[in-house]
């Protein structure tokens, strides 16, 4: 494609020829490729403009910066803005992938994933392939692409929209965090569905205020009907949240679908007599007078409200009711989400979940706690380089309803691991708890719950979920809460049958 058919976009500068031709686009130097076109990204840890040379070395023929440079011998473009002009630049360059699809984007302090993940199953139960991009991975026509964030840059987005649209994939379900809307990744997105979950404390580093925050989220919801697809917009909304009950009175080019769990909030998608046991969530879904039963594996209120979402969201693409009602009830769970690992014959629970903020290990502790377990025994820590204000709370919570609790480390990254615990520990003695061990090690955490643990205990370790990763510093290493949590039954488990021979007293049982 040549520059001269792109430009020009908004207000930029040009200054070089039109007639010059991108074989393609990136954002990082190091896989820019001849011909390609390269915005130099002001960062949060560095900016794109030091390695402005190092992509002309490896073939650039056009530079995006927000400065001209006179030194610069290649083509160049300059603008106030780079991020917006990048999502402007890469939906013409990629010629408009997003009017193909139809696309629900997810947002919400907790539930995107399980809602991404739901969405996909049902509409694979109706045999409909939808592509997703989250924070556990991207995929789309059998390809499975590691995520780097949750959201991904535009420059990405619109790459793998084009993918999908030319792979014959129609559906996209997307999360969008609060990081993408304010940072310009998901600029000119037209999206069809918007999804809020709810809106609690998370990223107060990032937004400084909770105004900030759910004005940031609002934003998916104003952007509904600006594109050039003039189809009905939905915008999906959970009325059990004050802010959410904000965002349904909003005027908005959408139409509204509310759902709740709560007998006082009345809905368009609304749940009844709910029912949790340890295999799973039954409820009686009501929509348009009519009435469907749901089976679902997940656990949880937290994941009645997120099936509700999903059915909704179906529902809005044009599916019936009683269809997706039954494609839900189908429908898988997602990785490390209240996940159990095998303990084997052991006796106890042991179950791995991506609660890192104070409402959603409030949630997950309510769901475990409802199943009447002997004692929970609950590990967690907080990320480093993150909201400090989310760490209290979350040790008040953890311990206040936990029967023990193990404070530990998740991804403390440049942060000293005993500083941030030092931040948890404040809301613990606040609560004046003392039902807590602090072990700095995660994986010696786990091993101390996992040996604590007796007959009828769960044992919750929250935080990572699906990751498989430890960020000590700005060094990564493999650490899996599943894999640790298994080598230390197996341990166990071998005792207590070594035990059992020699006729001693089997510990703990
Ligand atoms: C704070 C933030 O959003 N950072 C994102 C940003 O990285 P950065 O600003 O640190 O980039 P940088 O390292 O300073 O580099 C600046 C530019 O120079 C370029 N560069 C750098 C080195 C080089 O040799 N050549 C080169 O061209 C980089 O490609 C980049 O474009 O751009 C990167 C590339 O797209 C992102 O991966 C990175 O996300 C980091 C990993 C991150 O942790 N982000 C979090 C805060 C985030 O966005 N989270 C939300 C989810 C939150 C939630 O809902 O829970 C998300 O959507 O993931
Ligand atoms: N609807 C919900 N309301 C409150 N808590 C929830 C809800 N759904 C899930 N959770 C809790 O939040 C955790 C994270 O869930 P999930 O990964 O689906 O959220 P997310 O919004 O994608 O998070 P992230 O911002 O990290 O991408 C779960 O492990 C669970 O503990
Ligand atoms: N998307 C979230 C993930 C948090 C997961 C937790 N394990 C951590 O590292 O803090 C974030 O980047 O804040
Ligand atoms: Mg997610």
């Known amino acids: 494609m040549k520059l001269k058919d792109i430009l020009p976009l908004n207000n930029e500068k040009f200054y070089g020829d039109g007639e010059t031709e991108i074989s393609g686009v990136s954002y990082d130097s190091r896989k820019v490729k001849k011909g390609f076109l390269f915005f130099a990204l002001p960062g949060h840890q560095t900016d794109g403009k030091k390695y402005i040379r190092d992509a002309i070395a490896n073939g650039a023929v056009v530079i995006v910066s927000d400065a001209y440079d006179k030194d610069i011998k290649v083509a160049q473009i300059e603008s106030g803005d780079v991020f917006g ?30 809602v991404t993940y739901m969405i996909e199953s049902i509409l694979a139960n109706l045999g409909v392939s939808c592509g997703v991009i989250g924070t556990v991975n991207y995929r789309y026509g059998g390809k499975v692409i590691e995520a780097s964030n949750t959201t991904p840059q535009s420059l990405d987005v619109y790459k793998m929209m084009r993918e999908m649209s030319d792979g014959g994939v129609k559906h996209l379900a997307m999360e969008v965090s609060s990081h993408a809307l304010s940072l310009g990744r998901v600029g000119g997105i037209d999206f069809d569905t918007a999804v809020f979950t709810n809106l609690t404390q998370d990223h107060l580093d990032f937004h400084k205020t909770m105004e900030n925050y759910f004005q940031a989220k609002a934003s998916l ?111 898988t769970q997602a990785p490390g989400r209240l996940e159990r690992v095998d303990t084997k014959n052991l006796g106890f629970e042991v179950a791995v979940d991506y609660a890192h903020t104070e409402d959603a290990l409030k949630n997950v502790l309510a769901a475990i706690k409802n199943l009447n377990p002997q004692r929970i025994i609950t590990v967690f820590g907080a990320g480093g380089d993150r909201d400090r204000t989310k760490r209290p709370l979350m040790g008040k919570t953890a311990t206040e309803m936990s029967d023990f609790v193990f404070v530990t480390s998740d991804n403390p990254r440049t942060e000293d691991p005993e500083k941030i615990i030092l931040d948890i520990e404040v809301g613990i003695k606040k609560a004046g708890k003392k039902n807590y061990k602090v072990v700095v090690d995660r994986e010696q955490a786990i091993k101390e719950a996992v040996v604590m643990a ?56």
């Open 85 to 114: 002009f990048m999502s402007l630049f890469c939906a013409k360059f990629f010629n408009y992938p997003d009017r193909e699809l139809t696309i629900l984007g997810i947002t919400g302090t907790n539930g995107k994933t399980t």
């Open 221 to 331: 919801f104003k952007s509904l009907g600006v594109g050039k697809k003039n189809n009905t917009k939905f915008a999906i909304i959970n009325v059990d949240d004050d802010y959410g009950i904000r965002l349904s009175k909003m005027s908005l080019n959408a139409e509204i679908k509310s759902y709740s769990a709560a007998a006082e909030n009345k809905s368009d998608f609304h749940a009844e007599n709910i029912f949790i046991s340890a295999s799973g969530s039954k409820f009686d879904a009501l929509y348009n007078g009519q009435t469907q039963n749901i089976s679902i594996k997940h656990i949880g209120l937290h994941n009645v409200h997120n099936a509700l979402a999903s059915l909704a969201a179906v529902v809005c693409l044009g599916y019936s009711f009683d269809k997706t009602a039954a494609a839900l009830s189908a429908s």
């Open 454 to 509: 007796e007959k009828g205990d769960v044992v919750l370790i929250a935080g990572k979920g699906h990751e498989t990763y430890q960020i000590i510093g700005t060094q990564k290493t493999h650490f899996n809460d599943a894999e640790i949590a298994l080598k230390y039954i197996i341990v166990k488990e071998k005792q207590r049958l070594q035990a059992r021979q020699l006729g001693q007293k089997e510990f703990g049982f």
